[in-house]
């Protein structure tokens, strides 16, 4: 059960959300306060069957019907699939993304597009799934009169992201800890590109840092990440406490119109240099427009 009283100064009714990787940690915590607050949440899952489970304990505690989406996330061919749901069930627009869902994997691998999966995870099917829902937002924000809003759940890990990562596969040694550092750091520095980008169009991007939190994401990432989930457990946040910036970013009025920044604890930060470099961008919006197959930037 998330903290129901989280975003309750908030009111979000009428307010359309999709939160990805609703099904346990920060996203499940951030979907329930947001519901709580009176969202109609699209809570996400890798299969229709654990959106359809999630979403019913969730439904019993009345409000808003959330409603069930799914896709995995660790193909292109997932992220359509899941935007596709979306505007289905979504025909009047979306007001927030919180795209929540993330990953580590112990052992070098790739995704159906050729990529290896930490980063496929935690940031080609970040920017693939915003920029297919970019009709969906603009169209959230023209039905509502307020701009709609794109979430990313960053790390502080970030920071030890390699800036002169040059090819996207580790033909090298492979370090799990390493590759999603990278994948934080060029989705970090992606998001900070796409909210100048978009500065004009209604749609914010923020992203979140939702520091230290005890979650499935050790046991679901193995390796590193399951050593220091379980050793550093008592000292860790809970993930009601992780979910609190993610909330804020999507809920919090006085927000409306920031974008391009990067919070933690709910307050705004400064990242590290890399990430707010042009030129670094600059190199993450072409290395990114050739995976997913778009006119480079
Ligand atoms: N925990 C921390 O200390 C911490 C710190 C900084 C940042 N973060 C970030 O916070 C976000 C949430 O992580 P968490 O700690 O709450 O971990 P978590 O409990 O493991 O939750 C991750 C969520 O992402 C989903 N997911 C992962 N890969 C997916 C895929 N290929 N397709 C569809 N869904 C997928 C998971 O679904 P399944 O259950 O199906 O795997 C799960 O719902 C991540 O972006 C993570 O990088 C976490």
Not at 10 to 37: C, D, E, K, P, Q
Request: charged share 20%.
């Amino acid at each position: 059960m998330g903290d129901r009283r989280s975003a309750e100064p908030w009111a979000m009714a009428g307010r359309a959300v999709l939160v990805t990787g609703a099904t346990s940690g920060i996203g499940r915590a951030t979907a329930l306060a947001l519901h709580a607050a009176g969202a109609t949440v699209l809570m996400h899952a890798r299969t229709p069957e654990r959106a359809a489970d999630v979403v019913a304990t969730v439904a019993a505690n009345g409000g808003p019907r959330p409603v069930p989406v799914s896709g995995d996330l660790g193909s292109l061919a997932g992220v359509h699939a899941l935007a596709a749901h979306v505007q289905e069930v979504a025909p009047g627009g979306l007001h927030v993304l919180v795209n929540n869902a993330g990953g580590a994997f112990a052992q070098r691998g790739f995704s159906p597009d050729g990529v290896e999966r930490t980063l496929a995870v935690n940031h080609i099917a970040v920017a693939a799934l915003t920029r297919v829902l970019l009709g969906a937002l603009r169209d959230g924000a023209a039905a509502s009169g307020r701009p709609s809003r794109v979430v990313n759940v960053s790390s502080s890990l970030e920071r030890r992201g390699n800036p002169h990562l040059v090819d996207w596969s580790y033909p090298g040694r492979f370090s799990q800890f390493q590759a999603y550092c990278d994948a934080k750091l060029i989705n970090l520095a992606y998001s900070y590109a796409l909210a100048a980008e978009w500065a004009d169009i209604g749609v914010t991007v923020n992203s979140a840092d939702p520091g230290s939190v005890a979650t499935s994401f050790g046991r679901n990432s193995g390796g590193v990440f399951r050593m220091f989930q379980s050793l550093g457990r008592p000292l860790l946040a809970t993930p009601e406490k992780g979910a609190r910036t993610s909330i804020r970013l999507a809920a919090d009025p006085t927000l409306d119109s920031e974008t391009g920044g990067y919070y933690r604890a709910g307050r705004p930060r400064t990242s590290s240099a890399v990430s707010r470099d042009p030129a670094f961008w600059e190199r993450v919006r072409r290395r990114t427009a050739e995976v997913l197959g778009t006119p480079a930037p």
